[in-house]
């Protein structure tokens, strides 16, 4: 008898682990359902402080994020640089030739790209909109 009694108490415990796993795993799937949608666009403005040609079809510029028209007046792009990567306040964005031609180091401006990014430090975002807001 002592026997069935410890078999009844496994298939009890052994049950109720199967429902806890079960409902973790449906809330952990309901959550990645409330994600934001990937075809919003976010907007942001800084100073582009680099350009660079990758290639012949591909061109980026380097655009910090939070800084102050003093740290831009008083400080070179190597240091608002160095300060932007520990704040984690600077990125990548790919753009068409032309908007390369257009874009210089020192000027603000505001790029329009999707959610998404490619995981490198800095990370590299797709512009869809780039527009210039002044020269400093």
């Not at 919003?40 to 028209?69: E, P």
């Not at 640089?81 to 908007?99: G, I, R, S």
């Not at 401006?109 to 909109?129: F, L």
Request: proline share 3%.
């Amino acid at each position: 008898m002592n026997i069935i009694n410890k078999m009844k108490s496994l298939i009890v415990i052994l049950l109720s682990f199967m429902v806890v796993i079960a409902c973790s795993n449906n809330k952990a799937n309901r959550t990645e359902e409330t994600n934001i949608p990937e075809t919003s666009d976010v907007k942001r403005q800084g100073i582009i402080v680099d350009k660079q040609i990758v290639n012949t079809q591909s061109y980026r510029v380097l655009m910090v994020t939070g800084i102050t028209t003093d740290e831009l007046n008083n400080q070179s792009i190597e240091e608002i640089l160095n300060k932007a990567m520990q704040e984690m306040n600077v990125a990548w964005y790919v753009v068409d030739q032309e908007t390369y031609g257009k874009l210089k180091p020192r000027q603000k401006v505001e790029i329009t790209s999707g959610n998404k990014q490619k995981d490198s430090n800095p990370p590299i975002r797709d512009a869809k909109r780039v527009e210039i807001k002044a020269t400093y």
